[in-house]
């Protein structure tokens, strides 16, 4: 049984904004509640909408440029564990909206535009930021040990 994540988990491993959220539900299929979805996500999820991000942040796209391949995108990520995709890349290709999964020594398909993307910082910056969400903040407040008694 995998382990479903609520919109607003999504949002806070992401760290998205509301607007960001609302506008990535407006443009990816995959996201809308009106596909059907019942506001669960998977890790797959998870991580194709970190390289969504991604795209967008760094490489300045639109979301709506990368709807074209949103279903292909969400199809690859949610269809392997994250330990074989953190050791490849996905390959983007927007004029025919397919999105593929590469190992580190395949090769892109021939084709206009291609956008390569590496997996494996999107998928352990996740893994730490869902690990970190776990964590008990005062576990790092700990004293260190001391011998206990009084003085001699």
Known sequence: M????????LM????????????YRQALSPLSTTEGRSGCFTAGDLLATAVIQYA???LHMSV???????DALYDVCGSHPWIPLERGC??????DGRAILLDEDQRPPVCKLAVLI????????LRDRLLAAGRD????????????????
């Open 118 to 125: 590496e997996l494996r910082p999107l998928v352990l910056e």
């Open 2 to 9: 995998p382990i479903l994540f609520t919109p607003g988990q």
């Open 90 to 95: 996905v390959a983007l290709i927007l004029d």
């Open 12 to 23: 806070a491993a992401l760290s998205l904004s509301k607007q960001q959220w609302r506008t």
């Open 64 to 70: 709506s440029a990368l709807s074209p391949v949103a």
């Open 137 to 152: 903040p005062q576990q790092e407040l700990a004293f260190p040990p001391m011998f206990a008694g009084g003085r001699s």
């Open 56 to 58: 967008t942040d760094t």
